[in-house]
């Protein structure tokens, strides 16, 4: 079954005071390349305040991550919110020499993969989603998330 053929229900929620974020439509684009699944997702870009409340709340890490998923339901469609914190995705795109939007999108994608049951806790889980991410990525148009990016 094609992606597109997945119904998503997408809202995107701007609680963040970055300069540069990605528009709605972008987030759509990258949700639905990643969608092997009916689903409905709040996106929320925060600020680092809220990202690390959010952090230290649900997971006991008292810093603000660049992106975390919450599962709701496991039943379909699945029923889910994404956070990214929009100063820790800037901050991680410039010292990786990566393109902010191409940043944003690479996050996305890996927290759709997420909220569909995808998990790094181990070496075969953890290759198994960044192939998976690689594959989305670069039908996207963009490079290899996991190769260093070049001068």
């Known amino acids: ?7 998503l229900s997408l809202t995107v929620q701007y609680a963040s005071s970055a300069k540069h974020m990605p528009l709605r439509h972008q987030f759509r684009r990258w949700v639905r390349a990643a969608l092997q699944h009916d689903v409905q997702i709040t996106l929320r870009i925060v600020d680092e305040n809220e990202g690390r ?3 230290k709340s649900f997971r006991g890490k008292d810093y603000a991550t660049n992106v975390l998923t919450f599962v709701y339901d496991n039943e ?3 029923y889910g919110d994404l956070v990214i ?12 020499r990566k393109n ?29 989603m960044e192939a ?8 996207l148009g963009y490079a290899d998330p996991y190769q260093a990016a070049t001068q």
């Open 132 to 139: 998976r991410e690689t594959a989305i990525m670069q039908k």
């Open 1 to 7: 079954m094609s992606h597109s053929a997945h119904k």
């Open 76 to 78: 379909l469609p699945l």
């Open 85 to 96: 914190c929009a100063p820790v995705a800037a901050k991680e795109a410039r010292k990786q």
């Open 53 to 55: 409340y959010l952090n």
């Open 100 to 128: 902010l939007l191409e940043y944003y999108a690479h996050l996305t994608v890996h927290a759709v993969l997420h909220l569909q049951g995808y998990e790094h806790e181990d070496e075969a889980e953890a290759a198994e």
